[in-house]
């Protein structure tokens, strides 16, 4: 009789050292056989899951985002049982942010997937896909706040100047990477990216 | 009598090198000694300039620097001898975005030192000290525009809300280093990137 293997348990064991390797001295040089070696499989049981580094990173990118996702609903949830736009959109881009080890080491594993993502258009489907779900739902969120007569209306200017909610949610997007990039490099303490996201936000809600 | 060594010539030389490997397979892996073998000098050769990578990072994005700084001069100037503060605000950030093949080669090699930034903490030199000065420079332009009465006044709002020049700086930096992000992924369009940009700086000047 083969030997029963808890596939599910293999894969998190995966993933915990690939998120190992990633806070420490970074995936971007790291072969399957590193990562193999850091669960403590050999490089066939690590394969029989990840034929290639792509794989693994989106992989890797997936379980973070399924575990910020979470954390997200039980934030925002904690704040109210029938939240704001505005804190959901809030959550949603702080839960992003560099603002403590966890969040951190996710920044980490994502910066070796843009990396990969950069130089290899194939790698690229990961990003494709997720960023523009994220843009729709940020924009329903903004769009909501609109039909609530939540955000600003500025008489003094052009109204088809003022970013309309897709657009406000990609400024959001990007902003946030930004951010995040500059709190990596110590530019920016965390609670001043967060202030600075509420800033923005200021300009999207009233 | 020494052989005369053009010194100038010869750096300029490397910077081309590590351009040219930015561009193709990454700098990330590119080692000193691989440098030297593209710019066709010895490692011995190229370490009389360079001692290590982080230096050699730094030296080019240096020079990528200046002849950006170069290139938003004349545009700048060819729109007008005096110009408004939103053109060089607008000509300094549409520069740092990867729009052409130069400007994203350049994207390519400040990727190269982020990676390296990010997980070594003295490599961080270069950019504790460049965007704060980027900072200052587009906070003044911000506040030259507020003195001509040119950024918007929210009658409707509370005044404190609005970013204050120093914020809308960094607000735009960051916003520019999400736009490249993305525009290198080919989730947005280099022309979308632009329009976002423009977009945000309307929210900022009238």
């Known amino acids: 009789m083969p030997k029963q293997v808890d596939h599910e348990a293999r894969r998190r064991l ?10 420490t001295r970074g995936l971007e040089g790291a072969s399957l056989r590193d990562v193999a070696a850091e669960a403590g499989i050999s490089l066939g049981q690590l394969q029989h899951y990840f034929t290639s580094k792509e794989e693994m990173l989106a992989f890797a ?4 985002s399924a575990l910020a996702e979470q954390r997200v609903r039980s934030r925002v949830q904690a704040v109210s049982e029938t939240p704001e736009p505005r804190t959901v959109v809030r959550e949603t881009l702080a839960e992003m942010l560099p603002l403590d080890d966890k969040s951190r080491t996710g920044n980490l594993v994502q910066i ?3 990396v990969r993502a950069v130089h290899s258009e194939s790698a690229r489907g990961h990003a494709k896909k ?7 739902f940020l924009a329903d969120q903004l769009a909501r706040a609109a039909a ?4 600003h209306r500025h008489p003094n200017r052009h109204p088809d100047r003022h970013p309309d909610p897709d657009e406000a949610a990609m400024l959001l997007i990007a ?7 500059y709190t990596l ?9 967060l202030k ?3 800033r923005q936000l200021d300009l999207f809600f009233a």
Do not use: K
Not at 14 to 23: F, K, P, V
Not at 61 to 64: G, P, Q, S, V
Not at 175 to 181: P, S
């Open 130 to 136: 997720g960023v523009p779900g994220l843009r729709r």
């Open 196 to 198: 600075l996201l509420d």
């Open 14 to 23: 995966i993933a915990e050292a690939l998120w190992r390797i990633a806070s």
């Open 61 to 64: 990118l997936d379980h973070i």
């Open 148 to 151: 609530d007569g939540t955000p």
């Open 175 to 181: 902003l946030v990477d930004g951010l995040t990039t």
């Open 185 to 193: 490099l110590d530019v920016l303490a965390p609670d001043e990216a």
């Open 112 to 114: 070796a997937y843009f």
